[in-house]
């Protein structure tokens, strides 16, 4: 009887390592590039592979990971950044790019009440205070959490307005839209885009009912005005899980998942995230 000879154990876990080293190199998808306000800039570090490397953007931290056996830096670039040369710290070295102009359009909104543009003492009080609290969520930069940044869209559902929109709410302008707006109805379920933990909660004045996860390096998602909240602060959640329900809760016209993200500290556009998905020009 022929006998087949299987490798030794120790030989085993050599070759399953070595697997699982080749893996890890090429194991993240990098986002699309968009050196734009609202974009995020990828620069390839000139780095040894098994030392993972820090890079710095003013004087921030940015995400780096590892994809085609090189280290890459990634830079959420915000919508009021200006135009010209920028550029990366890493190892004591520059690495220069250059962001260039979008032109986002408008989006004319209309409310019924003005309860979410003339705001009494009471309510500003109250968004000032809320506001404090996401910024702090925002400017975290978690080290301990690997970020997968190849998203999955956590709602089904058509886009109804896009990332960047110059928005004016009953003729009157207001910030830039920092996020992607899903249009959904009311109780459909909302999946975490990638593994992550839950880091705030709350019922707050503009985004009504809402959501924070740190996916790690400074990537924090944002979910908006839903009808139920099925998380807490502290947990952790693996990519598809449902995290809440859609909604219609704090300034909207209808329900709708807004899901805004953050890159050191920088919202930029979601559909970045989103592997298949076509950026508007």
Known sequence: MNKTHMPSTPLISIILGFICLLMMSNAYSLPQAANVPGGIAIIKLDAELDNPPQAVYKKHPVTVVKHNNAWHALVGLKLATK?????????????PFTVTAKDYPEQHIKLKTRKHIDLSAENLTRHKGEKKQANAVFK??????????????????????????????????????????????????IHAPTSGKVVLTGNFFFNGNVVYMDHGQGIISMFCHLSKIDVKAGDVLKKGAVLGKVGATGRVTGPHLHWSVSLNNARIDPLLLLKGETLQP
Do not use: W
């Not at 135009?83 to 690495?95: A, C, I, N």
């Not at 975290?140 to 004016?168: A, N």
């Open 83 to 95: 135009m010209g040369e920028h550029f990366v710290v890493s190892q004591g070295k520059r690495y």
């Open 140 to 189: 975290v930069f978690d080290t301990q959490l690997t970020p997968d940044l190849e998203m999955i869209k956590p709602v089904v559902g058509p886009y109804s307005s896009p990332f960047g929109l110059k928005r004016f709410f009953n003729g009157e302008p207001r910030k830039p839209h920092s996020g992607l707006d899903i249009a959904a109805p009311t109780g459909t379920p």
